[in-house]
């Protein structure tokens, strides 16, 4: 799918030390290919890649510490401007009860997603009315019935009645008279867009003024659904769009050109056929599962905000030449601490379970033991720890509030740490004199 071929892409991007315009052309090559399988609109790609490329062929990039992540981060921000940027919110009538009117072809998903709206609406403090406007087929009137049943919310009908404009006009009297705030009428839907769908819909629109007209689509569809998305708004004029069936193998490509082809934004993303499963709409959010990477774009936000790029660079030359000290240690583990809990940053790794996160705590813990050691040297006994005797130890154990042991080890553990940096200086220097591949 779409996230898997972009997450590959994005691997390969992301490590790269340094980026050359070719290789930012050849990443824009392969993303826009992804797109397209994707079956997102040809003219939406063309335009999302220029962006892109525009952005990342800057000179910001090339000359960052880290271009791979800086790209990424471009692709992830005209993501989410491509979805819509901020999240939409349906309206409700400042005089009760708010109309939505859901519609759509047949299987798209508006009985249930009626239903769902019905559900998540309640939870926030409204009461529903389901309206069975779909008088064509018995089935569709009892299917809305079984999920009123289900979730206990009251079903409009009218029997005998087979004209869905007057209909949906009781509806809203006998909404009015019980005091349900909120009106979701469950229209008819055809298998292709016809005339006499479209005026079934208006004649609906025109008699009871629906605050929301909510298009509902199949995200399965890809293209289709967004020239289906087109031609609703054009003939009926819609307020947003629903999207179903996100948790099926879809190509993802209708989430993503929904928004600039129609001008109208999605509101609802639908993910299976339990009546819990939609959500609100968020660009980032679904900017994130394309790219697939959990909120490691916060991560790296969070870690390029509190990093000083300058002292990343002292501090690898240092490593080189040795002249690493307790003090930059010192400094180091600040600027981690800058970035927040560890468990918080290892939570938003992608693949990382938060449950298996309880037992970071005891690192954190532990980390303010070391920082506090350190604390409590003198400025030479930093710069060089071979002069802490053992009065000294009890003196900065004591200064510390920790055991002996506790310095001990961690004395221990940086003589291991310069060792280790020492054999990796060491093999870098091996490596550019030999050669690699050759
Ligand atoms: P309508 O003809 O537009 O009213 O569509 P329905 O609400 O009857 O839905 C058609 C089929 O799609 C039903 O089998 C639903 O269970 C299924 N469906 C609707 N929404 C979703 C969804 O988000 N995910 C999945 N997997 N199935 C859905
Ligand atoms: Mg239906």
Do not use: W
């Not at 952005?55 to 981060?73: H, M, N």
């Not at 992830?76 to 401007?81: A, D, F, S, V």
């Not at 007209?213 to 009926?236: H, P, R, W």
């Not at 690898?316 to 307790?326: A, D, H, I, V």
């Amino acid at each position: 799918g779409l996230s898997g071929k972009l997450q590959d892409t994005i691997k390969k991007i992301r490590g790269q030390g340094r980026v050359s315009e070719k290789d930012v052309k050849d990443m824009m090559r392969e993303i826009k290919l992804a797109l397209l399988e994707a079956d997102v609109n040809f003219k939406v790609v063309k335009e999302f890649i220029s962006k892109i490329s525009e952005r990342a062929v800057g000179a910001d990039v090339l000359e960052s510490l880290t271009p791979g992540q800086q790209v990424v981060k471009i692709v992830h921000e005209e993501l989410i401007e491509l979805l819509g940027r901020e999240q939409s919110k349906v309206t409700f009538a400042p005089k009760p009860p708010t109309v939505f009117m859901m519609a759509g072809l047949q299987g798209a998903g508006k009985t249930t997603t009626a239903g769902k709206l019905a559900n998540l609406l309640r939870k926030q403090g409204k009461n529903p009315l389901l309206v069975a406007c779909d008088v064509y087929r018995p089935a569709a009137i009892k299917q809305l019935q079984v999920l009123g049943n289900q979730l206990n919310i009251p079903v409009f009908t009218l029997e005998n009645n087979q004209n869905p404009v007057q209909i949906a006009k009781e509806a809203v009297k006998f909404a009015e008279m019980k005091q349900n705030d909120l009106v979701i009428l469950d229209t008819a839907g055809r298998l292709h867009i016809d005339e006499k769908l479209m005026d079934e819909l208006l004649n609906i629109k025109n008699t009871v003024k629906p605050h929301e007209i909510l298009l509902v689509v199949d995200s399965m569809t890809g293209q289709d659904a967004v020239n289906v998305s087109k031609t609703f708004n054009e003939k009926l004029g819609i307020d947003g769009v629903v999207l179903t069936k996100l948790d099926g193998d879809t190509r993802g490509g209708a989430a993503l050109s929904v928004k600039s082809v129609t001008g109208k934004p999605i509101k609802f993303a639908a993910m299976g056929e339990k009546l819990n499963d939609i959500e609100p709409f968020f660009p980032d959010r679904m900017a994130s599962r394309i790219l697939g990477m959990g909120d490691v774009l916060s991560l790296i936000e969070k870690a390029q905000e509190a990093y000083d790029e300058k002292k990343a660079i002292e501090l690898e030359k240092k490593m080189r030449t040795m002249t690493f000290t307790l003090e930059d240690f010192l400094d180091q583990m600040q600027q981690i601490k800058k970035m927040g809990p560890i468990g918080d940053l290892l939570g938003m790794m992608p693949g990382v379970d938060s449950k298996a996160l309880k037992d970071i705590d005891i690192d954190e813990k532990q980390m303010g033991r070391t920082e506090a050691i350190i604390q409590s040297m003198t400025r030479k006994e930093r710069l060089d720890p071979s002069i802490i005797n053992g009065s000294r130890r009890k003196r900065i154990s004591a200064g510390s509030g920790t055991t002996i042991q506790e310095v001990n080890a961690l004395l221990k553990q940086f003589e291991q740490m310069k060792k280790m940096m020492k054999m990796m200086s060491d093999m870098g220097k091996k490596g550019k004199k030999g050669g690699f591949g050759k």
